[in-house]
């Protein structure tokens, strides 16, 4: 872009000064001023046909559903010829008369275009590519861990209803009673005379043994 600066405001002027000077020199300052004011008019005339001629080929475009890109960029390249024709001088006459014939206009746009449509690709990388949510890995997390779908059939053997929900909650509730209870009677202490079975029944059947 620095270049291109240089060129068009110290470069081109100071070529074209002295183009102006020998021109004027071989043909006097009269005719070579004529000449100028010629090459602006016949300039102006050239850019406004051929605009309208590529402003009818995008009109075309659009209706076929197509995207007018070749024409954009010759219509940039009239607009750029068109200015070139009005400055004075015969080194911009040439390179608007080059940007206004559609053989060289042409493949010029063509460049501009491929030019532009790459440009405009890698902005758009760029930008997806430090997004908000965009890290150095992209969009997609690394650390995300994905399961594998298994597709199948199934077949539901038991249907609960909230009736039968509510029952299941009764008999947990029950077995949870249960269980305390049961914890609880383990945890008593039972206070009593321990006696031999036994010699109970012994003494029963021998009552003559007392005497």
Do not use: C
């Not at 009005?86 to 940007?99: E, K, N, S």
């Not at 039968?164 to 383990?186: F, I, V, Y």
């Not at 005379?193 to 029944?201: L, S």
């Amino acid at each position: 872009m620095f270049f291109f600066l240089i060129l068009l405001f110290v470069v081109i002027p100071v070529i074209e000064l002295n183009v102006l000077i020998e021109v004027g020199h071989a043909l006097g300052t009269l005719p070579t001023i004529s000449l100028v004011f010629l090459t602006a008019i016949v300039g102006v005339s050239l850019v406004r046909s051929q605009g309208l001629s590529t402003l009818v080929s995008a009109q075309q475009k659009m209706t076929q559903g197509e995207a007018p890109g070749q024409e954009i960029a010759e219509a940039m390249m009239l607009a750029m010829a068109g200015v070139l024709l009005l400055i004075p001088g015969f080194v911009t006459d040439f390179i608007g008369l080059l940007l206004l014939t559609p053989i060289t206009r042409a493949p010029i746009a063509a460049f501009v275009f491929k030019r532009m449509k790459l440009k405009m690709q890698n902005s758009s990388q760029f930008s997806a590519g430090f997004g908000p949510q965009a890290g150095p890995f992209g969009q997609q997390n690394p650390f995300e861990q994905r399961g594998s779908t298994f597709d199948g059939d199934f077949e539901r053997k038991h249907d609960r209803t909230p009736d039968s929900h509510h029952l299941g909650a009764e008999d947990t509730n029950t077995e949870q009673a249960s269980a305390d209870k049961a914890h609880q009677q383990d945890n008593d202490i039972i206070e009593g005379e321990v006696t031999d079975k036994d010699d109970n029944q012994a003494n029963s059947q021998d009552p003559n043994s007392r005497h």
